[in-house]
């Protein structure tokens, strides 16, 4: 193997809109791991934007990528970050205010140094490029179709990716910057919205509607 002069990889972002502008910054061979999650609430977030096509596989799967947060830097449209929790719960699911474009999934602090990023706003084949082409995936239960044959991810195995990068973010600070964060104080930059449980309710059977639409389509 000859050393290359240029170890890392950039993958633009860019939301449907144009406001919020960055770019991932990823090592060769990238340290993250692509996920494609079939999640209830990975489905939820997908139509609570009303972006089901654009977001969702086949198998009402979301691409993912989890990386260090740090990686990912924006250099426009910060002021454009919305963010819901679909549960009330501590995952943050981030998007453009203005075009709903998704872009990424956080915990609610820089404590855990966790960006899981949405991939359907980016390049398919640079995606692959930077980021490679293995994925594992997660929560088949409520995918749609024939998903017996791809490799899944266990949750411990994630759970421990997670810690690790904690512990890491722990003695590095560098680690835990976020271009969704404040740096000084680690504060989300927008105030989560919380869906109502009406609101979810609603969100679910649009979701089942449209996994059995898939279903019938594949
Ligand atoms: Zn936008
Ligand atoms: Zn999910």
Redesign the pocket.
Known sequence: MTPTANPSQTLDFQ??????KGAVTESTPPTGRRLVCHCNDCQAFAHYLGKEKRMLDDHAGTHVYQMDSAKFTLSQGQD?LACVTVTGGPLLRWY?N??Q?PIANTLSSTRFAFLSLILSAFDAGKTDAVLGREVEHVAIASGVGDLGQVRTASMPGMLWNLLVRTIKARFNPELKKSPLFDDATGEPLAVPIKLEPAQRLAIDEKADIYREVLGEAG
């Open positions: 939301c449907q809109c144009g406001a919020i454009k453009c203005d075009c474009t």
